[in-house]
């Protein structure tokens, strides 16, 4: 790396975090560095954070740019019966985590009442129709709205330059995508890769519901979704045959499959084996116990 690559990485690593809770202090702070004529980057979680998070931080920590990580578990993207409630809420383990890594400004971790002001049932709500309904949002229905919802209030509350998402939620990223550019919405959205355990499971807070067992077999939905990655490039078009190969692969190894689906990367819409030049996404969704895991590979 260069000197300039050394001093760079030397000042992204001096960041120490303060926590607010109120949206009033986001916005003091944020105007306090607008005044400097800094710009601001916002690393929406819903905290029990790990190096796919943390690495989303550090690639928008540039010289000049404030980065604002939020951690609130959104209750209204989780339906009746889904996991609000066992949600890992680790905000001490997390402040530590990001107080080690240097890379954020201001951690906002806001209660349900700053959010949503108006309380859950007469919050105002957001809708990507059609997308938001399909794929994940057809095996969790509202889930969507609710994300749409919340980012576009953390997007009004922090006002950031850029906001960074990561690939592991590839629906959400490309629906956030559309939802900005309907809304003009002034913000440049960025996607950070998927981050993988070394026997390639994608992090995410929910492996933590996986027993012994179930982390063992849990690489079997990466593997999965890698045979019809290498079958399409080999020039496979059969989609739907791959994907319900993928389907059964997944039943073997104890998984209740949702959907394994090959779709047009840029917008998620299905794909058309005819285009050669195209580029997809291989997709997917299977249960493991009571750990819902999702996962992609770009093809
Ligand atoms: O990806 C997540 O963790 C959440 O869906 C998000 C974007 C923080 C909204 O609650």
Known sequence: MSRSGDSLRTKAAARSPR??????????????????????????????????????????????????????????????????????????????????????????????????????????????PELGRELDGASRPGHFDGVASVVTRLLNIVTPDVLMLGQKDYQQFILMQRMIADLHLPVVLRMGPTHREPDGLAMSSRNRYLDADQRARAPALQAALARVRDAVRGGATNFADLGAAAKQD????????????????????????????????????????RARLIDNLLV
């Open 19 to 128: 926590t607010v809770r109120t949206v009033r202090a986001v916005r003091e702070a944020i105007s306090e560095w607008r005044a400097a004529g800094e710009s601001i980057a916002f690393v929406p979680t819903m905290g029990n954070l790990h190096a796919g998070h943390l690495s989303l931080a550090r690639l928008v920590a540039e010289p000049r740019t404030r980065v604002v990580m939020s951690i609130f578990v959104n209750p209204t993207q989780f339906g009746p019966g889904e996991d609000f409630a066992a949600y890992p809420r680790t905000l001490t383990e997390d402040t530590a985590l990001v107080t080690a890594a240097g890379t954020v400004d201001l951690l906002f971790a806001p209660e349900a009442a700053d959010i949503y002001p108006f309380g859950l049932n007469s919050a105002a709500r957001v809708s990507v």
């Open 250 to 289: 997944l039943e073997s190894a104890g998984f209740k499959p949702d959907y394994v689906e090959v779709r047009r990367a840029a917008d998620l819409a299905a794909s058309n084996a005819a285009d050669g030049r195209e580029a997809r996404v291989v997709i997917g969704a299977a249960w493991l116990g």
